[in-house]
């Protein structure tokens, strides 16, 4: 056998037997189909090999008892207080909030042990804060879960006030505020009656299919004692604000009360019998009825002119002076907002103090008065003068998007389509 030959039988029996037994063709073609699984990731963490708990910060717990209980050093809390000052103080954590913890078993010398790597704190349904133990390292991070808007319309008609109708209806809660914010210059929330109703067309926050709030108010009309008033968005001096459907601004000079949530528990009258000295004598403001501590906010934009004890009767009192010769005040209160002193320049909607029950009363209210040129007139009659309308440079423009608005409020197909953000926040332009 000559040399050619005998080399071509070795590389022959090389190809056959391998090197090493290497492996069959179906064993190649096994090692080609295995399918290889992607890690999972809960809060941006691989949750492989991790036992994880959910669990909800009781009152007076703090974060080293928290952490302590499950195996972190006071050295380890108090680098990781150091590390979160900046990012989430650890004081910002409040009782009833979940958390949830990342614990990994491992064996050593001595025995099985579990050791925390990380816990996820829940500012809100939405927001959440990973604090991380990994090795020696601290690590504070900040997250969101994703969160899915649903656009969704509703309509109907109040029964009894318009909180209870929104439980009724199984409607989210946050929508009453929402209408209370919108048209808090327009309707008297405290005059609701059996019959008014109301549209709404808005988006839903929905997190692995539970909802969470809601976004954007797309639009609303709000029928109130035989009159309807229209809710549409759109931006002008690049400010987001709701018009009338006439592009009258829903915002006035004054807002229709100082404080929500409340009841009405004695107008303005002439002759009304007093709670406390029992004589009838005149009673220059509106009552609002409301728990002690409730916020009381300025109607106006002002300058304080009087805060501190009322002789009169009034206990803890501020009074404010706002354009146009007008004057308010805002009786019993339990304290004042911080800032607030004689002098104070105060917006519209400004915090200024809360509800209580000093001086002259019977219990938690909010005596609320209005004087022109010093003359004490009925708050509830009011009359208001409205902000700067839709110009005319941007007129066509919203009526375009008032008219989709109030197609999709009426369930009608809407010609162009929905409105989205970038129609209610057009270009700007100039008169």
């Given at each position: 056998?000559?040399?050619?030959?005998?080399?071509?039988?070795?590389?022959?029996?090389?190809?056959?037997?391998?090197?090493?037994?290497?492996s069959?063709?179906?064993?190649s073609?096994?090692i080609v189909?295995?399918?290889?699984?992607?890690?999972?990731?809960?809060?941006?963490?691989d949750?492989?090999?991790?036992?994880?708990?959910?669990?909800?910060?009781?009152?007076?717990?703090?974060?080293?008892?928290?952490l302590g209980?499950?195996?972190v050093?006071?050295?380890?809390?108090?680098?990781?207080?150091?590390?979160?000052?900046?990012?989430?103080?650890?004081?910002k954590?409040r009782?009833?909030?979940?958390?949830?913890?990342?614990?990994?078993?491992?064996?050593d010398?001595?025995?099985?042990?579990?050791?925390?790597?990380?816990?996820v704190?829940?500012?809100?349904?939405?927001?959440?804060?990973?604090?991380?133990?990994?090795?020696?390292s601290?690590?504070v991070?900040?997250?969101s879960?994703?969160?899915?808007?649903?656009?969704k319309?509703?309509?109907?008609?109040?029964?009894?006030?318009?909180?209870?109708?929104?439980?009724?209806?199984?409607?989210?809660?946050?929508?009453?505020?929402?209408?209370?914010?919108i048209?808090?210059?327009?309707?008297?929330?405290?005059?609701?009656?059996a019959?008014?109703?109301?549209?709404?067309v808005?988006?839903?926050?929905?997190?692995?299919?539970?909802?969470?709030?809601?976004?954007?108010?797309?639009?609303?009309?709000?029928?109130?004692?035989?009159?309807?008033?229209?809710?549409?968005?759109?931006?002008?001096?690049?400010?987001?604000?709701?018009?009338?459907?006439?592009?009258?601004?829903?915002?006035?000079q004054?807002?229709?009360?100082?404080?929500?949530?409340?009841?009405?528990?004695s107008?303005?009258?002439?002759?009304?019998?007093?709670?406390?000295?029992?004589?009838?004598?005149?009673?220059?403001?509106?009552?609002?009825?409301?728990?002690?501590?409730?916020?009381?906010?300025?109607?106006?934009?002002?300058t304080?002119?009087?805060?501190?004890?009322?002789?009169?009767?009034?206990?803890?009192?501020?009074?404010?002076?706002?354009?146009?010769n007008l004057?308010?005040?805002?009786?019993?209160?339990?304290?004042?907002?911080?800032?607030?002193?004689?002098?104070?320049?105060?917006?519209?909607?400004?915090?200024?103090?809360?509800v209580?029950?000093?001086?002259a009363s019977?219990?938690?209210h909010?005596?609320f008065?209005?004087?022109?040129?010093?003359?004490?007139?009925?708050?509830?009659?009011?009359?208001?003068?409205?902000?700067?309308?839709?110009?005319?440079?941007?007129?066509?423009?919203?009526?375009?998007?008032?008219?989709?608005?109030?197609?999709?409020?009426?369930?009608?197909?809407v010609?162009?389509?929905i409105?989205?953000?970038?129609?209610i926040?057009?270009?700007?332009?100039?008169?």
């Open positions: 056998m000559n040399i050619i030959k005998q080399i071509s039988i070795l590389l022959l029996a090389f190809t056959v037997v391998g090197c090493g037994g290497g069959t063709e179906k064993e073609e096994n189909n295995e399918e290889v699984v992607a890690p999972t990731y809960l809060y941006g963490i949750i492989e090999g991790y036992e994880i708990v959910n669990d909800t910060v009781r009152m007076g717990e703090t974060v080293g008892g928290i209980r499950r195996g050093s006071a050295v380890t809390v108090d680098r990781l207080d150091k590390a979160s000052k900046d990012i989430f103080p650890l004081r954590i009782a009833d909030n979940a958390y949830t913890t990342f614990t990994r078993s491992y064996i010398s001595v025995g099985e042990h579990s050791k925390l790597d990380y816990i704190y829940h500012k809100n349904a939405i927001d959440y804060v990973v604090f991380g133990f990994v090795g020696d601290i690590s991070t900040l997250g879960r994703p969160v899915e808007l649903i656009r319309r509703c309509e109907a008609s109040i029964t009894s006030s318009l909180w209870g109708t929104i439980m009724e209806q199984n409607l989210p809660y946050a929508l009453a505020a929402e209408f209370e914010d048209y808090q210059w327009t309707v008297d929330f405290f005059g609701i009656q019959g008014d109703s109301f549209k709404v808005y988006d839903e926050k929905m997190v692995d299919g539970e909802s969470v709030g809601i976004g954007r108010i797309w639009g609303a009309e709000f029928c109130h004692g035989g009159k309807q008033y229209y809710a549409v968005p759109f931006a002008q001096d690049g400010k987001l604000r709701y018009w009338e459907a006439n592009g009258e601004s829903l915002r006035k004054f807002l229709k009360a100082p404080l929500k949530y409340t009841r009405i528990s107008k303005f009258s002439k002759s009304r019998l007093h709670p406390v000295h029992k004589v009838y004598r005149p009673h220059h403001g509106v009552d609002y009825a409301a728990p002690a501590g409730t916020p009381v906010h300025s109607v106006a934009d002002g304080v002119i009087f805060r501190g004890w009322d002789k009169g009767g009034g206990g803890n009192t501020i009074k404010i002076k706002h354009a146009g004057e308010t005040g805002y009786l019993h209160l339990k304290s004042f907002a911080k800032g607030i002193s004689v002098g104070t320049r105060v917006s519209q909607g400004q915090l200024i103090g809360y209580g029950s000093t001086g019977t219990g938690p909010l005596d008065r209005i004087k022109k040129n010093g003359t004490p007139i009925d708050p509830l009659k009011m009359p208001q003068e409205p902000a700067e309308p839709i110009s005319s440079a941007n007129m066509a423009t919203f009526e375009a998007v008032r008219d989709r608005i109030i197609a999709e409020l009426d369930g009608k197909d010609e162009g389509g409105i989205t953000e970038e129609d926040f057009p270009t700007p332009k100039s008169e």
